[in-house]
């Protein structure tokens, strides 16, 4: 072999760029989207890499529908409900404090993440202790996940929010954060509040912030 053979395989040995595989569907095509845009001669902003990130944990994990409404307008109601199960706590009052994922599993448990990235897992039955806002020591706690074994948790996974117009402007605050990045949002209603100003002005506001989500 010449040393020109010598020196080109050399070359491509050390410093070609081996071809990536990715993995076949939708996950393996926005990867390779991704790849080639993220290229550093096209100098990619971070947000870009951000919003390709959240693309393909979409495309790999169920579709995120919050429940959302006014506060108490049943949205741990309606959960309980589908559930089967009278698991979320439930009040004539607001007592939603932290937003509760809804996965699927192959059985019921509890977990909870805090704020400190630290995370335990618990029985489903002592879900009120950690969620309803009446209990004390809650600042911690960042959010909870529900793992149930229903099939229709494989397609689609459910988001419990605090709610809109609460007289709490965190759990407000921490809804609208919710809503900006779920794929779909139910939204729920006492009959008392249907056609009333206030419903009428919350259903506005969300119309001109969230219209790309389905409603």
Known sequence: MSILSNFVKEFKTTYAKKEEVFEKGLVGDIKRIKA??????????????????????????PMEVAITGQFSAGKSTFLNALLSRNILPTGITP????????????????????????????????????????QKDMDEIKYLTLYAPM???????FVDTPGLNSQSQSDTDTTKRVL?????????TLIDNAGKQSEAKILEEYLSHFKNKSL
């Not at 080639?36 to 870009?48: E, G, I, V």
């Not at 996965?103 to 879900?127: F, M, R, V």
């Not at 099939?151 to 996974?157: A, E, G, Q, R």
């Not at 900006?180 to 729920?188: A, H, K, N, S």
Request: aromatic letters at 10%.
């Open 95 to 134: 007592v939603t404090s932290k937003v509760n994922f809804i996965n699927y599993g192959e059985e019921y448990k509890l977990k909870i993440t805090y704020k400190s990235g630290a995370e335990e897992y618990h029985s489903i039955e002592n879900i009120a202790a950690f969620t309803d806002q009446r």
């Open 36 to 61: 080639a845009l993220l290229d550093p001669k096209f100098m990619p902003s971070s947000s870009l890499e951000a919003i390709l990130d959240k693309q393909i944990r979409r495309a790999r994990y």
């Open 151 to 157: 099939d229709v948790l494989k397609d689609i996974s």
């Open 180 to 188: 900006r990045d779920v794929g779909g949002i139910i939204w729920l």
